[in-house]
């Protein structure tokens, strides 16, 4: 997209504290699930709400003599990923043990890629508003093992571990400290995942833990962000915290904003900030101290014996990339630039992979603002009332196209089509024979249209001189015209004969 338009940088959120302003600076580490049936190293299910421990094979237990053997497609989702993100795509990559205990790793390490990740540099553009952008720099994308979860509200005395989730495909995607505000690292967030759901290589649940972020917090006076860009020297930055497993655009901002005061109290108190990894606690509206931050040498990170270096070849990832669907920024910039929509309404319909093919459906061969009109301000505006999506939608692209039709050709009128989509959406059925059936055609009958005109003209004489003296008063007749003739009358025919008969 950025071939197609300028952007301009967002200015940087200012706080003010008590003595000085000061400035955020953000980066985070997104996890996301790959979309995958089966785990990074096991063919164990990744399906979600089974019961504990069902979906466990031996090498996820930890079972002594089990050896991991990689998932080739999990690999390709990782790949795609970066193709996704504009991405260097790393042909030799490696595995490295992740030593930690925890009661929810059986292995007593995870399996990650820390010293050879499998992607590269690459970035995202973050829309803010038309013509502002942030661009984040993606650092690297590597694929890790999750652990398992520990359950500790179903017992008094005891905490109960399920392992469904160990060994399921992760990919950390790693930011550089880009992002200067909590709404751009929420939008940031919401932009990775617009993505991986276009590329299908993640769902973006977050209320499932498929998409979760760790967001990497610092202050600093104004004019050291800059020259940290100048040198990259991280000096320039105040001292991160990172505040972990966040899986909500909401609390994502919460978090920051809280986390940045504290912080800054902290400074303009004369103290010093302390490196750490913080919790954030929803119903307090703060974060809290988990541990202290621990740094690549605290895991003893070795590489992974049971697992050669990855190794892949040129041509299956152009064979990937030659397979890759439009990205939601190019198809935003072709409903522009094709269809003649506004920013604001290709980025609505655009939002959701979902919503954008329903959208294209309905406009393919037609009207492309009209059926963006009918999309956004009907169908959405419908299913946000109803709390449905596109996929559970009562109408389906062929009968909202049908109606854009029957529009279209003057067989209804836009107040008829609303009757008509009320009709759909309640009891279904086929727009053309649902008009015909019930009468619904609108009145194009000149003469049939004149007689109701000259009749309400005829009954109000009062009003007639009016609108003789004010125009903009005709409009009361073509309501009552409209009226009369229960909504059928062609709206157009109407206005050109009541100003005609009334000599405007």
């Not at 540099?121 to 690297?140: K, L």
């Not at 989730?165 to 992760?170: C, D, E, I, Q, W």
């Not at 003057?410 to 086929?430: M, N, P, R």
Request: aromatic residues 6%; glycine residues 8%.
């Amino acid at each position: 997209m950025l071939d197609h338009l300028t952007y301009t940088a967002p200015e940087p959120k200012i706080i003010q504290g008590a003595k000085q302003d000061w400035e955020l600076v953000i980066g985070l580490e997104v996890h996301a699930q790959v979309a995958s049936n089966a785990k990074l190293f096991s063919g164990a299910s990744t399906g979600f709400g089974a019961e504990p421990n069902s979906h466990v094979a031996f090498v996820d237990a930890a079972m002594p003599g089990m050896l991991p053997v990689i998932n080739e497609f999990c690999v390709a989702q990782a790949v795609k990923t970066g193709l996704g993100l504009k991405a260097a795509i790393n042909l030799v990559s490696a595995f490295d043990r992740k030593n930690y205990f925890y009661p929810d790793l059986p292995q007593g390490y995870q399996i990650s890629q820390l010293y050879h990740p499998i992607v590269g540099e690459g970035e995202v553009i973050v829309d803010m508003a038309p013509g502002i952008a942030r661009r984040v720099r993606i650092e690297r994308i590597h694929l890790e093992q999750d652990a398992g979860k520990s359950i500790h509200d179903m017992d008094p005395n005891m905490s109960f571990v399920d392992l469904n989730r160990t060994g399921v495909a992760l990919m950390e995607i790693v930011s550089r400290p880009d992002i200067r505000g909590p709404e751009e690292a929420a939008a940031y967030v919401a932009k990775l995942r617009q993505i991986m759901r276009y590329l299908g290589t993640c769902d973006g649940n977050m209320q499932n833990g498929n998409l979760r972020a760790d967001v990497n917090v610092s202050v600093c006076a104004p004019g050291a962000y800059e020259r940290y860009q100048q040198t990259q020297d991280f000096s320039h930055l105040g001292t991160r915290c990172e505040i972990k497993n966040m899986n909500s655009l909401r609390f994502i901002q919460a978090a920051i904003e809280y986390e940045a005061r504290r912080q800054i109290a902290i400074l303009e108190d004369g103290g010093k900030v302390v490196q750490e990894t913080r919790l954030y606690d929803p119903d307090r509206g703060e974060t809290r101290s988990m541990r202290s931050k621990e740094e690549a040498h605290d895991y003893r990170y070795f590489p992974d014996p049971d697992l050669l270096p990855l190794e892949i070849e040129r041509a299956w990832v152009d064979e990937i990339a030659a397979a890759m669907p439009e990205l939601p920024d190019e198809k935003k910039a072709r409903f522009v630039a094709d269809l003649g929509l506004s920013e604001y309404d290709a980025g609505v319909l655009t939002a959701e992979v979902e919503n954008a093919d329903y959208f294209e459906a309905v406009a393919q061969g037609r009207d492309g603002k009209m059926a963006a009109n009918w999309v956004i301000n009907e169908l959405f505006g419908r299913l946000n009332k109803e709390g449905l999506t596109v996929e559970t939608a009562p109408i389906s692209a062929a009968q909202l196209g049908g109606v854009i039709d029957l529009i279209g050709s003057g067989a209804i009128s836009g107040k008829i089509a609303k009757d008509l989509f009320e009709i759909l959406w309640t009891e279904g059925g086929d727009p053309a024979e649902i008009v015909e059936s019930r009468g619904m055609k609108q009145v194009t009958d000149l003469g049939a249209i004149e007689a109701a005109v000259d009749q309400i003209i005829a009954a109000n004489p009062a009003q007639v001189e009016k609108a003789k003296a004010n125009p903009k008063l005709a409009g009361w007749f073509v309501g009552q015209v409209l009226k009369a003739t229960g909504g059928k009358a062609n709206p157009a025919a109407v206005n050109e004969l009541v100003a005609g008969k009334l000599g405007l």
